[in-house]
């Protein structure tokens, strides 16, 4: 049977449109990290190296010699997680210029480290992209975090954010930090800004 995370895993990727708790577990991605505007050609090509080893992966099961342990999944949404390289300078709208960034997608659980060069290879004889260079396997626990689904553009995010903020302050809740994630579950390429879907998620103590 298909493993497919928008119904198995709803808790982390289909959450209301109100703030909710949520435990995240260990996960293990595939990531690469990067810098300034996410509307420039460099963070385009990060993603792509994302995706295209991310579905190299998925049709593995076509190699001569399939992953032990391989199964029928949907490839996991893209995520992001978001920081200021210089928050002391922070003042009214956030300098798109001034962000860091780690792009990820999470993978299933036959990934291995000897699949991940094996991979990256592959795609790399298929696509001419340096960037592929530059991914990393990543494990994160997220732990106790507070998480909304956001509707609309990135550029009112802030509206949901203050809604989480809000939360926090009625549940007795402290950010950890002002980093944050949006997990995208839509394709900003083919969805319109009002029905683009993004979760956002920061952790709390």
């Given amino acids: 049977m298909k493993r497919e995370w928008r119904k198995e895993e709803k808790e982390f990727y289909l959450p209301k449109g109100k703030p ?19 509307n420039g ?70 990934f291995t480290e000897e699949l991940f060069t094996l991979i990256r290879e592959r795609a790399a004889k298929k696509k001419d992209l340096a960037e592929l260079n530059r991914l990393e396997i990543w494990r994160e626990e ?28 009625e549940q007795f809740l402290v950010r950890h930090s002002m980093q944050h994630r949006e997990i995208y579950l839509s394709d900003s390429r083919k969805v319109s800004e009002d029905k683009l879907k993004t979760v956002l998620r920061f952790k709390i103590d």
């Fill in 41 to 110: 050609e460099e963070f385009g090509r990060n993603v792509e190296a994302l995706y295209a080893f991310s579905y190299g992966l998925r049709m593995s099961h076509k190699m001569p010699d399939p992953p032990e342990g391989y199964y029928e999944y949907t490839v996991y949404p893209l995520e992001g997680v978001w920081n200021l390289a210089h928050p002391e300078k922070k003042k009214g709208a956030v300098d798109k210029d001034d962000l860091i960034y780690r792009l990820m997608i999470r993978q299933p659980d036959f």
């Fill in 142 to 169: 997220e732990g106790r975090c507070v998480q909304i689904l956001h509707k609309g553009s990135f550029d009112s995010e802030p509206e949901s954010f203050a809604k989480m903020q809000e939360f926090c302050q």
């Fill in 20 to 38: 909710q708790i949520v435990q995240v577990p260990s996960f293990i991605f595939v990531s690469i990290s990067g810098a300034g505007n996410p």
